[in-house]
């Protein structure tokens, strides 16, 4: 079972999300629609079912409140974007390499991402608060998958024998530091900035 697997599975335990729900895709992706274009704030559930085609009540059934919907918009977006980054990493050769390009790949496609840059851009404070402080999933989601990325590239002897949860969560910490507190010299929107911190700063930390 891959990285991204075992890493989803917990996810979607922990959410019991409804699979084949097509209902519950389409609040969603209303959902996720809805907060690009118009910030959290401005948004309401009366507007997600509009945009759903459903009924207010049926989007009520699926989400109990805004706050839930927002959370998993948010944890969904990562899971994709997990998938996307797992099928970059296969190309990569070598284990150490495989994990450097790992966090190259999160830190630029994160700050990227048009959800997080409409809500870094217009309401900042509520969105920072929310990844930093609310949104626990996120971060185990996270340190599961690296955790497990770490543990096979350690066992095939590409990095130092050292604890994989505490080096994830590490990797995880600058991740979140760059993307959310982007002004300075370590760029999120420079992928040769990004590199360099890996380089600099990752590589020693891990090789053997």
């Not at 070598?94 to 851009?121: C, D, N, Q």
């Not at 350690?154 to 505490?166: H, L, V």
């Not at 040769?192 to 990752?202: E, I, N, Q, T």
């Amino acid at each position: 079972m891959s990285q991204q697997s075992v890493a989803a599975q917990t996810l979607l335990q922990n959410l019991k999300v409804p699979e084949g729900d097509k209902t519950y895709e389409k609040i969603l992706d209303a959902g996720l629609s809805l907060f690009v274009e118009f910030g959290l704030r401005r948004t309401t559930m009366e507007d997600v079912a509009t945009r759903a085609g459903i009924g207010r009540a049926t989007a009520y059934r699926r989400f109990t409140d805004k706050d839930q919907l927002i959370q998993v918009v948010i944890l969904r977006e990562c899971q994709r974007e997990l998938t996307k980054i797992e099928a970059d990493l296969r190309k990569i050769e070598g284990g150490l390499e495989r994990v450097l390009e790992s966090f190259v790949l999160a830190v630029t496609r994160a700050y990227r991402h048009p959800l997080l840059s409409r809500l870094m851009t217009s309401e900042p404070e509520t969105i920072l608060p929310m990844l930093t402080q609310r949104l626990w999933q996120m971060m185990g989601f996270f340190r599961i998958y690296l955790a497990s990325l770490l543990d096979k590239v350690k066992k095939d002897g590409a990095i130092r024998d050292q604890s994989s949860e505490m080096l994830a969560e590490l990797m995880l910490r600058l991740m979140q530091s760059m993307v959310l507190s982007p002004d300075g010299v370590m760029n999120p929107a420079d992928e040769a900035s990004v590199r360099k911190v890996a380089d600099l700063y990752l590589r020693p930390l891990l090789a053997r």
